[in-house]
């Protein structure tokens, strides 16, 4: 048994913008690396601003993506290996949740038809009867049930309940790795936190560990047990999430934490996002350099190494603030 359930191992993607020939590369996701252990399950989320690389990073670890650098390495098994590729047993152990559930259903079928399929055709149950029990069980989880749910369309739900029927969809198959991309952004604001309380009741229940992605800060730091902030590609800063919250060490994850609004509030709109955003994709140095109040010139000569701050935490900044705090 592999000590890690997932290891992403410097990973980058690069997409060629504007056309082949006077097109640029946008490096998405820039040699980010993290894990989750096997023996603990975890939420672990991935924050940053709009267009940072968090569904690109998320593409990836869900193979709609091939990196370009790097590897992943999901139960002990590499990605770049094909051979070892079983692609029922990886829909089996990674199930994804997306941001909007009425995209999720298609208005035509009822939503239990999702359910039975995903029991019936990966085998989770053998008959008709068999998929009752499970798609029923999975519906419970979420507090919902069949009788509730079956013969309905999408639109018959509000987000939130239909949110939690993806959810249960993604529970039939007693995932290890949940990766949920924006699910709570599309979601009514008094919904949101109903939606991440599941989240850590399923982490605890099923020993599932989640990959929640956001721009959702407060509802990130409610839930998290470990968060890692990308910026522009990069992962700045990534560790255990009261720690992290308690004192931040990289100057962004520290304006960010300025900002955290209430529950549900959006915090996109109070960071300003430069008109650079191309040029800053493209830094040889510091990618928060033009941004950050403590930058020096070092900031604006290289790219800052990845720190490790001891207790599982990693910062990528030539002068992270705990450290400095430590110093002063
Ligand atoms: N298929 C693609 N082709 C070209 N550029 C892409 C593609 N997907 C994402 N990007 C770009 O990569 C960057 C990261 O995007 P994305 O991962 O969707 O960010 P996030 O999910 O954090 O908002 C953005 O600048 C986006 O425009
Ligand atoms: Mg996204």
New binding site residues.
Partial sequence: MADKLLEVKGVS?I???GGMLRGKK?V??DNVSLSIDDDKPVILSIV????????????MILRL?NPDMGDIVLDGKSYADKKSYDPKQFKLDVQPIFQNPYESFSARKTVDTYLYNTALRLGIAKNRAEADKVVDEALKSVGMSLAVVKGKYATQFSGGELQRVSIARALITRPKLIIA??PVAAIDASMKMNIVNLFKELRDKYKISFIY?T?DLSTAYYVSDYIAT?YR?CLIEYGPAKQIMDNPAHPYTELLMSSVPRVGDKWEKEIAMPDM?GKE?AVEYCKFAPRCPYATDECRQKRPDATDMGNGRMVLCCHPLCQQTKEA
């Fill in positions: 993607k997409f060629r913008v946008l998405a996701v940053g601003e709009s267009g940072c690389g968090k569904s690109t990073l998320c593409k993506h991309d924006e992605i721009h990308l590609g955003e994709y």
